[in-house]
């Protein structure tokens, strides 16, 4: 991003305007970091880039994702808690999400099933 330091925000990309808000978040290191959907916008180097990053802050502070792609939480979170109509509906680590797939097709991957499964019981459609 060094090469565009005088840019003005609004002229970046969607992925380089979410970088700079992450960055900002994470600048005075608070001990809870709370992110929304932090890997929207970026492209898959840039997602495994700050994958890198919030692991790392994790190690020392609290990170909290709100987000829909199961992937990135899969490899980032030591623990996951899936919210549905504002009550928690799991809480558990990937291996146990997965377990909760009760099919999947080759399409989707065990933790997406066994997020659409949890996600399927707690509100009672298939």
């Known amino acids: 991003m060094g090469e565009r330091e005088t840019s003005l925000v609004r002229t970046l990309s969607g992925g380089m305007r979410q970088r700079i808000g992450i960055a900002c978040a994470m600048a005075c290191q608070p001990e809870i970091l709370l992110l929304d959907e932090p890997t929207v916008g970026l492209d898959p180097e840039q997602r495994l880039e700050l994958r890198a990053v919030l692991s790392e802050y994790a190690r020392y502070h609290t990170v909290i994702l709100s987000t829909h792609m199961v992937e990135?939480?899969?490899?980032?979170?030591?623990?996951?808690?899936?919210?549905?109509?504002?009550s928690f509906v799991f809480d558990g680590n990937a291996d146990e999400l997965a377990a909760h797939a009760d099919e999947r097709d080759s399409l989707t991957t065990s933790w997406e099933a066994g997020y659409r499964s949890i996600m399927s019981d707690s509100t009672g459609k298939s």
Do not use: F, N, T
């Open 72 to 86: 990135d939480v899969v490899a980032m979170a030591d623990e996951i808690l899936i919210l549905a109509h504002g």
